[in-house]
């Protein structure tokens, strides 16, 4: 890409941008009717004209019915779509809305409804706009959550949500650059108020941007942490594959399919983050109230290792049968005889 952050996207840069999507058969676009989603459906109807054969496209808006402005917006995408030869469906999202945490429920049931639409359309891949900006902004409200190093590796380029794959060909990309595409091609995007209400965390910390570019911490040089912290967590998978299948040859394997054991003595002196991963991916596994979180895998490691430091402190002639018991996520985890065990935890007593 470029290095000027305010000139539009050309037609060369955009075949670049959405080669791996050349031979798909049918692709959902995501439209709010936004900068970001607007140009992103500007370019790839002009990506896929350039084209002999292209994959279908649909464009589809979710409409939150949070905003009395959004069923208008979606009428103007559909507009727009019409005028680049495209097929649009506006989705909306029904019911009663929660009183809190209203980004993130808007968040799922926006995939949902896209992955609702894929299926619909004969597709399998929802292309998104996220763009460097917005990668900037994920890796800094995942750090002040504390997040390990898979989610400070922020957004992928393509990953699976709700059964169908999600793809940000624009990841790369600054928001400046799709702003500067749209102003080109003279077309208007519409503005969300709420992307800077102050009572939601992303304004509150998209705010604090300047002042971080000010001592080099722009967009760029975070979405460059997080590329860095994606290979990082790639390579400690990895070596979590390999520790795994290790555990297994030392006696892991004995314990039932419905189960997973890992030997003390080897499990006990592989890295801290190692033995979290392994916790993490049985406990996931077999639990029933997941995903885990990690700073409650982090305690029953600390649990684990003083569990094993106080059976190494007793006389060895008449170990307890049971040296530690907790359930976390669904999961039963329990050490005796040797082995960590991880199983699914039985039902609450009361539930069904």
Same mark, same amino acid.
């Given at each position: ?68 402005? &959004?069923?208008?917006? =979606? #009428?103007?995408?559909? @507009? %727009? $779509? /019409? ?56 890796l800094l409200m995942r750090l002040v959550r504390g997040s390990g190093i898979a989610g400070l590796s922020a957004m992928a380029r393509e990953s699976e949500r709700d059964g169908v794959l999600l793809v940000r060909p ?48 722009? &967009?760029?040089?975070? =979405? #460059?942490?997080?590329? @860095? %912290? $994606? /290979? ?121």
């Amino acid at each position: 890409m470029r290095d000027d952050d305010n000139s539009p996207i050309s037609v060369q840069e955009a075949k670049v941008l959405f080669a791996d999507c050349k031979a798909l058969p049918a692709i959902v676009l995501a439209v709010s009717g936004g900068p970001d989603s607007l140009a992103l459906m500007w370019l790839m109807a002009r990506w896929r004209r350039a084209l002999a054969r292209g994959p279908r496209l649909v464009a589809v808006t979710v409409d939150h019915a949070l905003r009395a402005e &959004a069923a208008r917006e =979606a #009428r103007d995408v559909k @507009r %727009l $779509a /019409r005028t680049l030869d495209l097929e649009h469906r506006t989705l909306r999202w029904a019911g009663e809305k929660p009183k809190s945490g209203v980004p993130a429920a808007a968040r799922a049931a926006r995939y949902r409804l896209l992955a609702k639409a894929a299926r619909a359309a004969g597709a399998r891949h929802v292309v998104t706009a996220h763009t460097r900006d917005d990668q900037a902004e994920t890796l800094l409200m995942r750090l002040v959550r504390g997040s390990g190093i898979a989610g400070l590796s922020a957004m992928a380029r393509e990953s699976e949500r709700d059964g169908v794959l999600l793809v940000r060909p624009l990841l790369a990309v600054p928001k400046s650059r799709l702003i500067a595409t749209l102003n080109k091609a003279n077309i208007a995007f519409a503005d969300d108020p709420t992307n800077r209400d102050p009572s939601f965390t992303r304004p509150r910390l998209r705010a604090l941007l300047p002042a971080l570019a000010e001592e080099g911490g722009d &967009a760029r040089a975070l =979405a #460059r942490l997080a590329t @860095r %912290l $994606a /290979r990082a967590n790639t390579a400690v998978e990895v070596l979590t594959d390999g520790a795994e299948r290790y555990l297994a040859l030392k006696g892991g394997a004995a314990v039932a399919a419905n189960a997973r054991g890992f030997d003390i003595d080897a499990f006990r002196v592989l890295p801290d983050e190692i033995r979290l991963r392994l916790l993490m991916r049985a406990i996931n596994r077999f639990g029933h109230e997941g995903p885990a979180e990690l700073g409650k895998v982090e305690a029953l490691l600390e649990q684990l290792d003083r569990s094993f430091a106080q059976a190494r402190g007793r006389s060895q002639s008449k170990p307890p049968a049971r040296q530690l018991k907790r359930t976390l996520a669904g999961a039963l985890v329990s050490v005796s005889r040797g082995l960590v065990r991880i199983e699914a935890a039985p039902p609450r007593r009361g539930s069904r």
